[in-house]
DNA sequence: TTTCATAAATGTAATGATTACAAAATTAAA
DNA sequence: TTTAATTTTGTAATCATTACATTTATGAAA
């Protein structure tokens, strides 16, 4: 749980002007590790925010990516969805439950061909499977 | 450049009774490494094909997708792609003009922690930066 | 070949996420 | 306070995808 105040100074140091939206909405990103959808977001502020509109979710997201303070997680294919967490991992998708897991991985073992001089800004693993749970749910069938 | 009867054996080696439509389908995948979306397959097949239905397109694509013929490449935020490529590799995306470039990774390295008694199915790289040729561009300017 | 049943393809309409845009509200500066 | 700039808001438009009903093609049986 971060205070507002440490929100607000994070989002100074990213050249963003800390208005009241733009913290409510980095701080609802920091306390829920969940890569909500832009929808997710916007529903639940919206009950603290009355007035909150979609498009300011939208567009503050949006800034938020280009300003590197969150990242677009690109795990479902009709819907973006964002990332706050800093330290790198990967991202697991139930395809049966639909659910998505962080796993973590030896980033620093990773070797590529076939992309001498350029530029990587990020990295991003993705892996589609059943979970845990899952597989033992069919196991009793 | 494969040929007909071959598609069609494939085809049918997937369960897929292999009909006109989904034998050029199949075959502008398998000819084309460009990873289209829906739309570029349509376009380009709607001039040899004059009867064809973008529904075809999509569900065709699906029908491939699950049975296993072609992967659903999750690039760009707003589209699918698709990539009918057997062998494992990464796609990195230049931001800046928007290519995608296929790489190879040693991905029998890859360790993963938290995935324990997962089914991993299909497994992505994804990287996003700035291609050389875009790089050098920028340097001259 | 004709008939019938099934599968595949087609076209249109609906859905739903995202974006464009202009107006209203807020903030900052003068 | 006045003014300008920034942010937020709401509505309308866009565009990829899906739903669905109709038409067409295919294949087997008579």
Request: hydrophobic content about 35%; aromatic content about 10%; glycine content about 2%.
């Amino acid at each position: 749980m971060k205070i507002i105040q440490n929100i607000s100074a994070e989002l100074l140091k990213a050249d963003i002007k800390p208005s009241w939206q733009r913290i409510k909405i980095y701080e609802f990103l920091l306390n829920n590790n969940i890569h909500p959808t832009v929808d997710t977001v916007y529903k639940k502020l919206a009950k603290e925010i009355p007035t909150l509109s979609k498009t300011t979710v939208y567009n503050t997201l949006k800034l938020f990516e280009e300003h590197h303070l969150i990242k677009n997680v690109n795990i479902e294919e009709n819907e973006i969805r964002y990332d706050a967490q800093n330290h790198i991992h990967g991202h697991f998708k139930c395809t049966q439950c639909g659910k998505i897991f962080d796993f973590k991985y030896n980033y620093k073992d990773l070797k590529y061909k076939g992309l001498d001089d350029f530029i990587l800004n990020q990295t991003d693993v993705m892996i589609k499977g059943i979970c845990k749970s899952c597989k033992e749910k069919n196991k009793s069938n």
